[in-house]
């Protein structure tokens, strides 16, 4: 269990705030907790996008060549904590509320961006140095993936790239013969909302 970034005994000390108030401490303190509660953590193998988890939630996986820390102003940024609540909540979210994987990663990423904003990195920083190191589906680097990785999230942008690729042909005008485009658009716009998002998440990485 990664305990070696974590404050121990930040839950014992009594906050001299309101409960309501959710101050950076507050938060870090949160993201603590939430590590803390991770059963298994595994670095030595080769992740998609970074990180992943088992199958049945009790292993978190990061990539073996993800780099621990980044330097960032002078100081050295343990990036493993954001990298596993993330993983965390969008686990949670689909195993027990049963959420799509495409809900569950935007609002994991929300909860990771929170958590880097509150230790006071920029998240354009943190997301470029993390896109140094993604390896995606079909890298010749992917030589060591773990056999019980939960292959869901990968699947699903699978078929968020076709959903793309399908809207791209509509708008041009391109529907292959004997395809209704009007069906096709209307079986497109059922998932709009999770298209929007995703695209909206793309655009703002690019940045």
Not at 44 to 68: C, E, Q
Not at 145 to 159: I, Q
Request: charged share 40%.
């Amino acid at each position: 269990m990664p305990l070696d970034f974590c404050h121990p005994e930040a839950p014992h000390r009594k906050l001299r705030v309101p409960e309501w108030y959710v101050s950076s401490l507050m938060l870090d303190r949160a993201l603590d907790a939430v590590v803390r509660r991770v059963e298994k953590f595994d670095r030595h193998h080769d992740v998609p996008y970074l990180a992943g988890y088992s199958n049945d939630g009790k292993t978190i996986y990061i990539d073996r060549h993800m780099p621990r820390t980044m330097k960032y102003r002078g100081r050295e940024i343990d990036t493993d904590r954001f990298l596993i609540l993330h993983e965390e909540v969008e686990k949670t979210l689909i195993d027990q509320l049963g959420l799509h994987y495409l809900h569950a990663h935007q609002i994991a990423l929300r909860a990771e961006e929170a958590a880097v904003r509150a230790f006071g990195v920029l998240w354009r920083d943190y997301d470029r140095f993390m896109q140094k190191y993604v390896k995606r589906i079909g890298d010749e680097r992917l030589t060591k993936v773990p056999a019980d990785l939960d292959l869901k999230p990968y699947r699903d942008e699978h078929d968020f790239d076709l959903l793309k690729r399908m809207q791209e042909v509509i708008e041009r005008g391109d529907t292959p013969k004997g395809i209704d485009p009007g069906k096709l658009k209307r079986a497109i716009e059922r998932h709009a909302p999770e298209l929007r998002e995703r695209l909206k998440d793309m655009a703002r990485r690019r940045r």
